[in-house]
């Protein structure tokens, strides 16, 4: 496994805003054998629960290694539930996995929870052979459903015909989506239960500068902080230059979605390497964040814990569903 120390220094130091963050758990929700996430979590997305009380983080696992039929492996997406930060239970199933739609099944879940406690998952469509003419696509589609009691109560539905990696937040009555295509971050909106609406154009640019020349990634959505604004975003982003690969993690913040200010302190943690880190980040009642992060070990990844609020709790979590 990634040492401890190691993996400390990654977040050792965060935005100006937040102070430094400091590792509480390097393997805070772990896979389980005779599970069927026994090959690891990781991709997580995490949101709290308003009605029970507990924290649940989605999370995508491998189920099969790449093959004819999946060149890029089968997936499914399960939950962890906490109600203490501490004790995690697990889905007995998965709540998106393989099925004749798609045969590959599902991958980088976003979880959203109403304050009614209506959970949503979305997730992006993992490539079959038939999909993979001249390369997978990496940005497929995204596929939404409903669950109660933590399972799903139809079929899950196409909702956006390309992209991946989505996170998803409500104002109101109106959701906001952000997600990835072709490396760039674009956004989506729609009434509660309506159609989704795609902007024709991306709301961050990757290559705008050189950390982030190769691409966009992990969007993390969550309220802000009160002002004028009404989200913070979080993400990650590949660079290129003349020593090779480096990542970092940036974020901005919006009063609409359709514009974003990125944190001129940024980027953050930046790392001589081409391997981004999966995350999702939240905001904690009293102005902290708290950061579900995945992490490499040798019995699969893991997601590790961070924050710079150390004695957080799911209860103290903010919800999805902001104030307009």
């Known amino acids: 496994m990634r040492s401890t120390a190691l993996a400390l220094a990654l977040f050792v130091a965060g935005p100006a805003s937040a102070g430094d963050f400091a590792l509480l758990d390097p393997t805070g929700i772990t896979g389980a054998p005779d599970h069927f996430a026994a090959a690891g979590v ?21 189920l099969g290694a790449p093959d004819a039929l999946c060149p890029t492996g089968t997936y499914a997406v399960g939950i962890a539930s906490t109600l ?8 007995e199933s998965p709540v998106l996995g393989p099925s004749g739609a798609f045969p590959c099944g599902v991958r980088a879940p976003a979880i959203t929870v109403s304050n009614g406690g209506q959970v949503n998952i979305f997730g992006e469509i993992a490539p079959a052979a038939a999909d993979c003419d001249g390369g997978c696509p990496a940005d497929l589609g995204i596929v939404e459903v409903e669950l109660e009691g933590l399972a799903p109560i139809a079929a899950p539905r196409i909702v ?4 991946g990696s989505p996170t998803v937040i409500r104002l109101g009555d109106t ?7 072709d490396g760039d971050l674009y956004g989506a909106s729609r009434r509660v239960g309506g159609a989704w609406s795609v902007d024709a154009s991306p709301s961050l640019h ?6 982030n020349n190769e691409g966009l990634s992990s969007p993390s959505i969550s309220c802000a902080d009160g002002g004028d604004f009404s989200w913070e975003l979080h993400y990650t982003g590949v660079g290129y230059d003349d020593r090779g690969y480096t990542w970092a993690w940036s974020s901005g913040v919006s ?3 359709d514009f974003w200010f990125i944190d001129p302190s940024g980027p953050y943690l930046q790392r001589r390497s081409g391997d981004a880190p999966d995350l999702s980040v939240v905001r904690t009642t009293d102005g902290g964040r708290v950061v579900f992060v995945e992490l490499p070990s040798r019995g699969g ?7 710079d609020t150390p004695t957080w709790r799911p209860s103290r979590i903010q919800s999805l569903h902001c104030e307009p």
């Open 42 to 62: 990781a991709a997580p997305s995490a949101a709290a629960d308003s009605t029970t009380g507990e924290l649940l983080v989605a999370y995508e696992t491998a």
């Open 84 to 91: 203490d930060g501490e004790s995690w239970s697990h889905t």
């Open 160 to 163: 956006v015909d390309a992209g």
């Open 175 to 181: 959701e906001e989506m952000i997600f990835t295509l």
């Open 206 to 211: 990757a290559g705008v500068s050189d950390w």
């Open 255 to 257: 009063d609409s979605g």
């Open 301 to 307: 990844p893991v997601i590790a814990i961070a924050s």
